[in-house]
């Protein structure tokens, strides 16, 4: 389930989601290195590519050889995300995404829900 989480963070990581808000295509925005797409927050942008590095270099170097499994970017995630939620306020983005997880149908705090609903059974 892990490897399944970290692959699913990388293919998001690194999908066209993140140049939603230009009509550049994503191949401008990427040379030979993944992660050189800007955030959508312009004030987020260096920590984005600071985190990208760190996680491309990770992944290619460490997870994939086997070396390692834990992230160890965890600390520049943590820095670009509290700066992307600032952005997310400020722009008044926030309380829409909160409502969405409340009616998330499938999971519950970003896990899969365990059993079906009732009538989903029937």
């Not at 996680?55 to 390692?68: M, Q």
């Not at 600032?86 to 409340?102: F, N, T, Y």
Request: proline share 4%; with cysteine.
């Amino acid at each position: 389930m892990f490897r399944i989480k970290i692959l699913y963070i990388y293919e998001i990581h690194n999908s066209s989601f993140y140049n939603q808000q230009s009509s550049r295509p994503v191949q401008q925005y990427m040379g030979s290195t993944m992660g050189n797409i800007p955030s959508f927050a312009d004030e987020c942008t260096g920590l984005k590519k600071t985190y990208d590095d760190c996680f491309n270099e990770w992944y290619s170097e460490k997870f994939l050889k086997g070396k390692s499994v834990e992230n160890e970017c965890s600390k520049q995630w943590y820095a670009y995300s509290t700066c992307v939620d600032a952005a997310l306020v400020k722009q008044g983005i926030k309380p829409a995404l909160d409502e969405a997880r409340k009616e998330a149908p499938f999971e519950e705090g970003g896990e899969m829900h365990s059993e079906q609903p009732a009538d989903a059974k029937k």
